[in-house]
């Protein structure tokens, strides 16, 4: 599989160039990064043209890159405390600026060759705007339609062109993106049913967020690249 | 009398048709549909939010959850992703035993889909005969894992304990008489591999007594031949995959294609269809039946002659034996820091597909190196298929809105996730 990952490489590289940024991976799996303009132009090619062919869009997937690679519990050096169960954690700052990180938001997407066999994933960040935006695949790939709608919903990130772009899976009328990290496991609003007014209420939620497992990154040796071969780009 | 305008009409969330909670909201022109929008949703759980917070293991208890009909098999997506981030290869042992449960798995699904489908468009008999069935398949998931449906057997590098020697048994109470306690008993007096076995022997035949009763059935093919048509370039176009795919005549899957675990080296046939409506993708999923059925029995006869052991031997990820640990100080701390913290993955990401009963499920982990993942995404194929019913349903009647619901195998679970 690697070795016809690495001819689809070649092909990619041949084709657009320094447009698309191999993303190294440690599992043999062929990863781009295309800047968001680019999108449409790149991901028309690999439908049409002939020596890719990837006719199936598998999934397109939201990533929020907000407190990657930090953790709540440094095991690099001795620490005189342990972690508490109990203890809530320390708020996420909300990113209320009119401007994201410009590498904040990534959308994910998965294509799929039936006709020669190849995976591929693009990454694309949504840059600095706020609301997040990038334009819509829907009219290349159809069914990334509803896929869409998910992201929209559950991460902001609004797509450029989408014919009917509505939240999809949570409630009528919820407010917020419940997959940003900065939104509560809990939630922000809970509801119950209130004897006075006759009907369901919304209040704010009142059970507290509390962490079992501390999130931890250990060094690990044995990943480390000098032990492992990488795949780089 | 009143000209016949069009008008809205709302299905479900409550509806038996509807297999869960499924809001349709159908434009209609008279009895015949204009424009379907499905309203999902109503059962999301945040699943993928939900991994984020908690170590990996602790998330294969909620796959079970996702499509509540396959269990093992969601599973099974996950901890290979996990796996392919680890680097771990499994011991060959454990790979027949997830492909055997793979394939019950996958006659299990198929089994609820025909009684369900059956039954949403006339064919109430099959549901008992389907779920007869069932029930010998949950007796080999309770047999193996202790639940009947819940399993949360496959583990990260192999899974959670070998086959057991003995059957679990029907004990003698005032709810069944000691004659149907005996002769329930007496295909368990063996192991769960003599079981499996016994049951890939009569398989067949069910498989026929189904098929007598619907594959030339007058009202069965009035209610599925040329309904909700998918030409193959559509059904690649709208992400179509497993059965629903291949009832379009595109050959594809994953077991042949792009095969994991043991899947290269057994003998199997991949069924696809011509006209791509109702009835071939019905004919599709019954002849997956008989080939899940030859699989089964060709991992029966490996596991029956080979040995070994079912899980990675690498106590930073696998649990090391509860003996060992009474005795052992090493594996003690193994085994406080395992069930602590987990295991940290290394940072990547990693996008890992099983042919699922249903289509392709796919289980993407981006990992920054801590031991929960930093982003779980779950690709359900269900998700594609219902997001395709207005265009399959266009020009219907309404009461192929039920068959199309039918044929698209939809599962909520994994639908709103």
């Given amino acids: 599989m690697s070795d016809r990952n690495e001819t689809l490489a070649a092909q990619i590289d041949e084709r657009f160039g320094e447009r698309m940024t191999r993303v190294p991976s440690i599992c043999g ?19 049409n043209d002939g020596d890719f062919g990837f006719e199936m869009l598998v999934d397109v997937c939201g990533v929020d890159y907000l407190s990657y690679g930090s953790d709540e519990w440094t095991t690099s050096s001795a620490t005189g405390t342990g972690f508490s169960r109990g203890v809530e954690r320390e708020p996420v700052i909300l990113d209320e600026a009119d401007e994201f990180d410009p590498r904040r938001f990534a959308v994910v997407y998965h294509l799929l060759s039936v006709q020669h066999n190849f995976r591929l994933r693009l990454r694309t960040f949504t840059g600095t705007s706020n609301p997040p935006i990038v334009k819509s695949v829907v009219d290349i790939w159809n069914g990334a339609n509803w896929f869409e709608r998910e992201v929209f919903d559950l991460f902001g990130i609004l797509f450029d062109g989408h014919p009917d772009l509505r939240r999809i899976l949570t409630d009528y009328g919820f407010i917020g993106h419940p997959f940003r990290k900065d939104f509560p496991l809990t939630g922000n609003v809970e509801v119950s049913y209130d004897a006075d007014k006759g009907r369901v209420a919304y209040k704010p939620v009142s059970i507290e967020p509390r962490t079992l497992v501390p999130r931890v990154i250990r060094d690990d040796n044995r990943y480390s690249a000098d032990l492992k071969d990488v795949t780089d780009g | 009398m009143a000209e016949i305008q069009s008008y809205t009409m709302n299905f479900g969330p409550q509806h038996p048709a509807a297999h869960g909670v499924l809001r349709l909201v ?38 079970d959850r996702l499509d509540y009909v396959s269990m093992m098999c969601n ?17 060959i042992r454990a790979q027949y035993i997830r492909v055997m449960f793979d394939e019950i798995t996958r006659i299990l699904n198929h089994l609820l889909w025909l009684g369900g489908h059956g039954l949403d468009i006339g064919a109430m008999t099959m549901f008992l005969y389907c779920f007869r069935e069932r ?26 304990r070998d086959l057991p020697d003995t059957m679990p048994k ?15 008993n007496s295909i368990r007096e063996g192991s769960l591999l003599d079981f499996i076995e016994a049951f890939t022997d009569k398989f067949p035949g069910c498989v026929d007594e189904y098929e007598t009763l619907l594959t030339d059935n007058r009202i069965w093919k009035q209610r599925t031949v040329n309904i909700a048509v998918v030409s193959p370039e559509r059904a690649l176009q709208l992400g179509f995959t497993g059965p629903m795919l291949r009832g379009s005549g595109v050959e594809w899957d994953l077991r042949k294609k792009q095969p994991y675990e043991v899947y290269d080296q057994l003998d199997f046939d991949i069924p696809v269809g011509s006209n791509g409506d109702c009835y071939d993708r019905y004919l599709v999923r019954i002849e997956e039946m008989r080939q899940s059925n030859r699989i089964v029995r060709q991992c029966v006869e490996w596991l029956r002659e080979n040995s070994g052991p079912v899980m990675f031997d690498d106590y930073k990820v696998a649990a090391p034996s509860r003996v060992d ?29 099983i042919e699922h009963p249903k289509g392709e499920f796919g289980v993407y982990i981006v990992s920054d190196g801590a031991n929960k993942p930093y982003r779980l995404k779950i690709r359900a194929p269900g998700f594609a298929h219902i997001s395709a019913m207005s265009e399959m349903v266009e020009g219907h009647m309404l009461a192929d809105v039920v068959a199309v619901i039918g044929t698209q195998d939809i599962v909520f679970g994994e639908v709103d996730r």
């Fill in chain 2, 26 to 63: 159908l434009e209609m022109e008279g009895e015949v549909i204009q424009k379907a929008d499905p309203h999902v949703g109503l059962l999301h759980r945040g699943t993928e939010k939900l991994a984020e917070s908690k170590p990996y293991n602790q998330s294969i208890g909620y796959m």
């Fill in chain 2, 135 to 160: 029930e010998d398949l949950m007796d080999c998931y309770e047999a193996v894992s202790g639940t009947r449906m819940h399993a949360t057997y496959y583990r990260p590098g192999g899974v959670y």
């Fill in chain 2, 170 to 184: 029907y004990q003698y109470s005032k709810f069944r008489s000691n004659k149907d306690v005996d002769r329930l």
């Fill in chain 2, 325 to 353: 640990m009474k005795g052992d100080m090493e594996s003690l701390i193994h085994h406080f820091k395992l069930f602590t913290e987990g295991y940290c993955v290394p940072e990547g990401e990693a996008y890992a597909a």
């Fill in chain 1, 29 to 47: 799996e062929l990863g781009y990064e295309v800047d968001k303009d680019d999108l449409i132009e790149i991901a028309t090619t690999l439908r």
């Fill in chain 2, 75 to 91: 599973e099974h997506g996950y901890v290979m992703a996990i796996e392919k981030l680890l680097g771990v290869t499994v011991p």
